[in-house]
């Protein structure tokens, strides 16, 4: 290392060769430890059988859920598809193989992704099979206190939001960082 010349003057030590990268994490001197935060979650804003709270909703999903489906997959996939679409998959599937409850409990996840929200009582997929109605109401339920006007769509809600661009979720600070 250089020594300084004069005291006023400082003169960083030069830079060190990186470590070989193995996989292992390790913390190299003056650099700040990077903490991954872990994700907080949260609870469902209704529980599970809160179908007291939307009596029409719950009376909708009971005779054809294919609607509450469509409404809940277009709100969960950001418009890329229709309510129209997804509701008539989730129809199709019901109708051919009776296993609408796989295809319903993969929006629930990604919904649960989406807004931090806890997989309570049960895991997704055992929700949905058990409870399929109950589940659907439940996620239309979530969307709508998260301020979604389920029955106008993807692109309404935005344009009444006065923006262009999707909603994101909450910022949850955790991975990397600068």
Same mark, same amino acid.
């Given at each position: 290392?250089?020594?300084? =010349?004069? !005291? $006023?003057?400082?003169?960083?030590?030069?830079?060190?060769?990186?470590?070989?990268?193995?996989?292992?994490?390790?913390?190299? %001197?003056?650099?700040?430890?990077?903490?991954?935060?872990?994700?907080? =979650?949260?609870?469902?804003? &209704?529980?599970? *059988?809160?179908?007291?709270?939307?009596?029409? !909703? *719950?009376?909708? &999903?009971?005779?054809?859920?294919?609607?509450?489906?469509?409404?809940?997959?277009?709100?969960?996939?950001?418009?890329? &598809?229709?309510?129209?679409?997804?509701?008539?998959?989730?129809?199709?599937?019901?109708?051919?193989?009776?296993?609408? *409850?796989?295809?319903?409990?993969?929006?629930?996840? =990604?919904?649960?992704?989406?807004?931090?929200?806890?997989?309570?009582?049960?895991?997704? *997929?055992?929700?949905?099979?058990?409870?399929?109605?109950?589940?659907?109401?439940?996620?239309?339920?979530?969307? =709508?206190?998260?301020?979604?006007?389920?029955?106008?769509?993807?692109? %309404?809600?935005?344009?009444?939001?006065?923006?262009?661009?999707?909603?994101?979720?909450? $910022?949850?600070?955790?991975?990397?960082?600068?």
């Amino acid at each position: 290392m250089y020594e300084p =010349k004069d !005291n $006023n003057i400082y003169y960083p030590p030069l830079p060190q060769e990186p470590p070989v990268t193995t996989g292992i994490p390790i913390q190299m %001197a003056g650099m700040p430890s990077l903490q991954v935060q872990s994700q907080q =979650k949260v609870s469902w804003s &209704t529980g599970l *059988c809160g179908c007291c709270d939307d009596v029409g !909703n *719950c009376c909708i &999903t009971c005779w054809c859920p294919c609607i509450t489906f469509g409404q809940i997959a277009e709100i969960v996939d950001r418009g890329s &598809t229709s309510c129209g679409v997804s509701g008539a998959i989730y129809l199709l599937l019901m109708l051919t193989i009776g296993c609408n *409850c796989v295809y319903s409990c993969f929006y629930r996840k =990604k919904m649960r992704s989406q807004y931090s929200l806890s997989s309570s009582p049960c895991n997704d *997929c055992l929700v949905h099979c058990c409870c399929e109605s109950c589940a659907l109401c439940q996620e239309y339920r979530e969307l =709508k206190q998260h301020g979604f006007d389920m029955n106008i769509g993807w692109q %309404a809600n935005m344009e009444n939001r006065g923006q262009g661009q999707a909603v994101l979720p909450p $910022n949850v600070q955790g991975g990397m960082i600068r």
